[in-house]
Structure formats: structure tokens, C-alpha cells
């Protein structure tokens, strides 16, 4: 893990020298404003997973859940994996407060679930700005992000409605027997040789029933307080990186309205999201870099702005979660010393 970190920082090492140069020249009292804002969001994320949690009927206390959101971050950075990596590690640390994995993945489920509600909220929000603002017809290439929106909105929502039925659909099955019948041909010949056969199909038969488990409406209506906690949560973790964001252009000398800079995340987080490329790399800073272009911010200071967020929630919080991964690994050595941590 330490060699994929040191093999990141070496491919952006001049992306790195960059940032240090961008850093000596910002105003420092913003940029503090930037740290205290980030730690907050990290809070946010937190108090996030403790509701989910307790939507799944397990307590964990925040001060378990505030190191864990750094490890997360770090691995998801370090093996870049779709946030697959961090998600995993989170689903094996669980293990020790009972959580199966089975009731992991539904865990993991909720929280994106939360996610894109909230996003959901602050992307009608930026088309209304950008609607009462006079952006829309300043602007007309901005509409095809409000139809893609609603795409993705009318897909996810359907999809809520299909998991509704009590028994598995068509699709459901169709699903399952496809997967089940790529993996018995795929590994006939190694299951002949080794006598054993793995039973795939029951791990995606699994899946689709965590799908229809966790968004259950009855089951989501008893723990309903948790759940619209656990959304609250998602909204502050995205208004912290406005916040931080509208803070870089104070620190940069360049400022913007906290309206841009609303609508200018919130754009750019949508076009991260629907990348097919993991993590959004690389389409989350040349988008920002060119949606506050579009706003009248200059190319530099909007570069320099594009640069020090990256700064901040990819490369500062990465040798702190460095460190507290190798404290947690140490810490269950400590705890069961015949075990191995990493599996």
C-alpha cells in the first residue's frame, strides 16, 4: 500500500511542485479557513456512516468512524478502484461489531443511496440559479447537463420502483442466470480440476437481494430518522466543498460569488460522476478549470483554484491516511495477533 502511494506521488510529482508553488503565494488566512472547512467535511462523512449504520441497527461511535473516513479516502486514492478498494476495507473493518458481509454491502448501498439524493437536491438547486440568473441563456450549452440529469433521475427512480416487488423480476433472473452461466463455463475446467466448484450466481443472487433488502420502503420507513440523518449528513459533506472552493478564490485573489461557486461544483461533480473513468481523474479538474473560465474568472487564478482543491481533498489528506491505516492495521495485529489484517 505505501509502494502505490509512493508510485502516485512520483507519476505527479510536478503536479505536486506545482501545488507547493500555488500554496506560497495564497493568501494563508483562506487557506487555513480551507483546512478547518476540509476536517469538518470529514466529520460530515462521519456522522454519515454512523446513521447508516444504525439504519442496519448497528452503533458505532463517531470517534471508531472520524480515523476510518481518512483510511477510506487514502485507499480509494492509492489503488484507484472506483472507491471499490476503500468500500472493501470498510466492509472487512465492520466485521469485528458483528456486520456480515452480506449486510456490508448494503451499507455501502445506503450511503451512495444518500449520496446521490443529496446531489440530486444541490444539482435542482444550481438549474434554478442558473434558470433565475440568466445563466441558461448565456449559456445554452448548460441544458444538456440538465437533460442528462434527468436521465440518470428518471433511471435511478424506476429502478426504486422495480426493487419494490417482493419477488426478483425478469430482469433480476435474466441477471442471474447470464452471471451464472459465464462463471460455470468460464471456470469449468479449474472447478473440474480442483474438485470444488465456487457458487457465483448465489453471490449476485446476494447482491440483488441486498438491493431489494436495503431499498425496501417498509423497511426504510422504520428507520426513517437515521435515514433522512444520514442524507442531512450528505447534504454538509457537499456544502463544505462548495465552501472550500468559494474560500481557494479568496486565497488565489480571484473571487467569485458563492452562487458560482455552487453551480460550478455542482456541474463539475455531475460531469466526475458520470465519467467512465475511475474517480473522475482528470475530468473533474479540466471541468472546474473550464466552468469557472465560462463564469469570467481568468484561466490562471481559475487553474490555480482547480489545483489547490485537488490539493486539499486528494494529496493533504493522503500521509494522514497513510498514517492511521498503518495504526489501524497495527491496532487489530495487537488485537488478534494470528490473524492476518489485510484479508
Known amino acids: 500500500m505505501t509502494l502505490a502511494a509512493l508510485v502516485l506521488i512520483y507519476l505527479k510529482f510536478s503536479e505536486v ?5 500555488l500554496f506560497l503565494r495564497s493568501n494563508l488566512f483562506w487557506l487555513i479557513g480551507v483546512i478547518v472547512t476540509q476536517v469538518i467535511s470529514y466529520y460530515f462523512v462521519a456522522l454519515n456512516y454512523r446513521d447508516v449504520l444504525r439504519v442496519k441497527d448497528l452503533e458505532v461511535g463517531i470517534r471508531e ?39 456490508g454491502i448494503g451499507r455501502a448501498l445506503l450511503e451512495l443511496a444518500t449520496l446521490y439524493m443529496a446531489f440530486g437536491v444541490f444539482f ?10 440568466g445563466i441558461l441563456g448565456q449559456h445554452p450549452e448548460a441544458r444538456f447537463f440538465i437533460y442528462a440529469f434527468v436521465f440518470f433521475a428518471v433511471i435511478a427512480i424506476s429502478l426504486f420502483f422495480i426493487l419494490q416487488k417482493r419477488k426478483r423480476g425478469k430482469i433480476a433472473r435474466w441477471m442471474i442466470n447470464k452471471m451464472h452461466g459465464y462463471f460455470e463455463n468460464h471456470h469449468k475446467n479449474k472447478n473440474d480440476k480442483n474438485g470444488n466448484a465456487t457458487n457465483h450466481a448465489g453471490y449476485v ?16 420507513r422504520k428507520r426513517g430518522r437515521h435515514f433522512w440523518l444520514a442524507f442531512f449528513w450528505q447534504n454538509m459533506i457537499l456544502l463544505a466543498s462548495i465552501f472550500t472552493l468559494y474560500f481557494l478564490s479568496f486565497a488565489v485573489d480571484s473571487k467569485i460569488s458563492f452562487s458560482v461557486a455552487f453551480i460550478t ?48 481533498t486528494f494529496w493533504l489528506p493522503m500521509p494522514v491516511g497513510w498514517i492511521l491505516y498503518k495504526w489501524i492495521l497495527h491496532r487489530q495485529e495487537l488485537e488478534h495477533p494470528y490473524e492476518d489484517p489485510s484479508t
Open 205 to 220: 443472487a446476494m447482491i440483488i437481494d441486498q438491493f431489494k433488502k436495503t431499498f425496501n420502503i417498509g423497511e426504510l
Open 65 to 103: 468512524l472520524f480515523p476510518v473516513t481518512f483510511v477510506i479516502q487514502f485507499l480509494n486514492q492509492a489503488l484507484p478502484s472506483a472507491g471499490f478498494s476503500g468500500q472493501a476495507f470498510f466492509i472487512h473493518y465492520l466485521k469485528k461489531f458483528g456486520l456480515t458481509v452480506a449486510e
Open 265 to 312: 461544483f455542482t456541474l463539475t461533480k455531475f460531469l466526475s460522476m458520470i465519467a467512465f473513468v475511475p474517480g473522475g481523474l482528470g475530468v473533474f479538474e479540466g471541468g472546474m478549470t473550464l466552468i469557472l473560465i465560462s463564469f469570467g474568472v481568468p484561466a490562471q487564478p481559475a487553474f490555480a483554484m482547480t489545483l489547490l482543491l485537488r490539493a486539499f
Open 17 to 21: 511542485r506545482l501545488i507547493r508553488d
Open 124 to 133: 435542482i438547486a444550481s438549474a434554478i440559479m442558473m434558470l433565475r440568473n
